[in-house]
C-alpha cells in the first residue's frame, strides 16, 4: 500500500512538473514551437530555469497531498522533485 501511494505521488509529481515546464515555454517561447525552444534553450544554457519554473506545480501537488494527509503520496512528489532536479543536473553539466 505504502509503494503504491509513493509511485502515485511520483507520477502527479512529474506530471505536474511536465505540465509546468510546458507552461513555462508558452509564457516565455514567444510563440515559437515547443520543439524549438527546447532545442534552443538546450543550446543557449536556460534549459534549468524552465524546468525550475517548472517545478513550482510540484509545489501545489505536495502541499494539496499534505492538507488532505496523503503523507505519502506528498513524499513521491518530493522523491519526482529529487529525479528531475537530478536528470536536469546530468543533462546540462554532463
Avoid at 14 to 42: P, T
Avoid at 70 to 89: E, M
Amino acid at each position: 500500500m505504502i509503494k503504491k501511494e509513493l509511485f502515485i505521488g511520483f507520477l502527479v509529481g512529474l506530471i505536474a512538473n511536465a505540465f509546468g515546464f510546458i507552461i513555462a515555454i508558452f509564457i516565455f517561447g514567444n510563440g515559437e514551437r515547443i520543439s524549438d525552444v527546447f532545442r534552443q534553450s538546450l543550446a543557449q544554457g536556460f534549459f534549468n530555469k524552465l524546468v525550475s519554473i517548472g517545478a513550482l506545480l510540484n509545489l501545489v501537488a505536495f502541499f494539496l497531498f499534505l492538507k488532505q494527509k496523503r503523507d505519502y503520496r506528498a513524499r513521491g512528489v518530493i522523491f519526482a522533485t529529487i529525479t528531475v532536479t537530478i536528470a536536469t543536473f546530468l543533462l546540462n553539466y554532463k
